[in-house]
């Protein structure tokens, strides 16, 4: 039984560039949701996803945007990138009528 | 004023001590509770959710305290393989709210 997949692993941009990050939920999850973890804090929720819609919306501007796909895998996209955007980007999947969320191993990205 | 807010760390310990974790949130709506483990550089992995009854998996019990706003985890007989940081979580319409994290070192 696979678990939550992420893609890539780490990645490097520069300030101004815009960014892709990809999520497979796992096996029967239908939910997605996405995380951004600073250096020494706990995760911070960004926004998640269900039947293709946004559900939710943490505290994030506008520049960080995302999508569902009919397979339930997600994307986050980031635009602008600042420095302070560099973090350890989680995806977490779940069942809809359950709390419980799962964790894929995150994309570090570092702006320089 | 942080929604989760946690003992700050590091725990060191000596294998076989009893550690205790505290956490307390600010939001009375909150509607699920957990704790969730990380190891270094990794994904946060839950290690168990917590119910008013207060729950007990092995060494592990988790207890909380609605009319508070209070929780706590409690690890027994600690292990080497229990260092890592322990995240205090609560689920509020189905995002997670995340504490800042407490390190924990268990020693030889």
């Known amino acids: 039984d696979a678990g939550v997949t992420q893609s890539p692993t780490h990645l490097i941009k520069t300030r101004g560039q815009q960014v892709t990050l990809r999520c497979s939920p796992k096996?029967?999850?239908?939910?997605v949701s996405w995380y951004q973890q600073a250096l020494g804090q706990g995760p911070q929720f960004i926004f998640q996803y269900y039947e293709e819609e946004e559900r939710q919306r943490g505290n994030f501007p506008d520049r960080f945007s995302g999508h569902q796909f009919p397979n339930y895998s997600s994307e986050l996209n980031v635009n602008a990138l600042l420095l302070g955007d560099s973090a350890l980007y989680l995806c977490a999947s779940s069942q809809p009528t359950y709390n419980e969320q799962f964790f894929g191993p995150g994309t570090r990205l570092t702006v320089l | 004023r942080k929604e989760v807010e946690q003992d700050p760390g590091p725990f060191n310990v000596p294998e076989g001590a009893t550690v205790a974790f505290n956490c307390t949130y600010s939001?009375?709506?909150?509607?699920?509770f957990f704790w969730y483990r990380q190891d270094c550089r990794k994904e946060p992995k839950l290690l168990m959710s917590v119910y008013s009854s207060g729950n007990e998996d092995g060494r592990f019990t988790a207890q909380l305290n609605r009319a508070s706003q209070y929780i706590s985890l409690l690890i027994r007989d600690s292990k080497l393989s229990d260092s890592a940081t322990y995240l205090c979580v609560v689920g509020q319409g189905g995002k997670l709210i995340f504490g800042q994290g407490t390190e924990l070192s268990v020693k030889p």
């Open positions: 939001n009375s709506a909150s509607q699920s």
């Open positions: 096996s029967g999850h239908d939910t």
